[in-house]
Nanobody, 123 residues
Framework: QAQFVESGGGMVQPGGSLRISCQAS????????VAWFRQAPGKEREGVSC????????LYADSVKGRFTISRDKAKNTVYLQMNNLKPEDTAVYYC????????????????WGQGTQVTVSS
């Protein structure tokens, strides 16, 4: 069964860092774009970052630009999101998903959603 398993979430103080991971099971990430989305309580799911199938292009939401970095390890079939200088407004459940390219911000156009990992930024 094709699915993602997200991990690495937790609680961190404002200004801290976390690296979350998204490992694919049952399919390869070699030829797909992979995006991170997040959803805070009472809010819609929003796109955070995306890495193209070739790894040549990465996209970031304005709210995380300069603080978050997306990367991929094809040997481990895993995508990472390094999050630095975390803010309370980054608190959300983070999900990863796939698409043939990154040029959509609509969650319904992405596939292979994982169960998510909770990130909480609080003092």
């Amino acid at each position: 069964q094709a699915q993602f398993v997200e991990s690495g979430g937790g609680m961190v103080q404002p200004g801290g860092s976390l690296r979350i991971s998204c490992q694919a099971s049952g399919f390869t990430l070699d030829d797909v774009a992979v995006a991170w989305f997040r959803q805070a309580p009472g809010k819609e799911r929003e796109g955070v970052s995306c890495i193209s199938s070739s790894d040549a292009n990465t996209l970031y939401a304005d709210s995380v630009k300069g603080r978050f970095t997306i990367s991929r390890d094809k040997a481990k079939n895993t995508v990472y999101l390094q999050m630095n200088n975390l803010k309370p407004e980054d608190t959300a459940v983070y999900y990863c998903a796939t698409r043939y390219n990154c040029y959509s911000s609509f969650a319904e156009e992405y596939d292979n959603w994982g169960q998510g990992t909770q990130v909480t930024v609080s003092s």
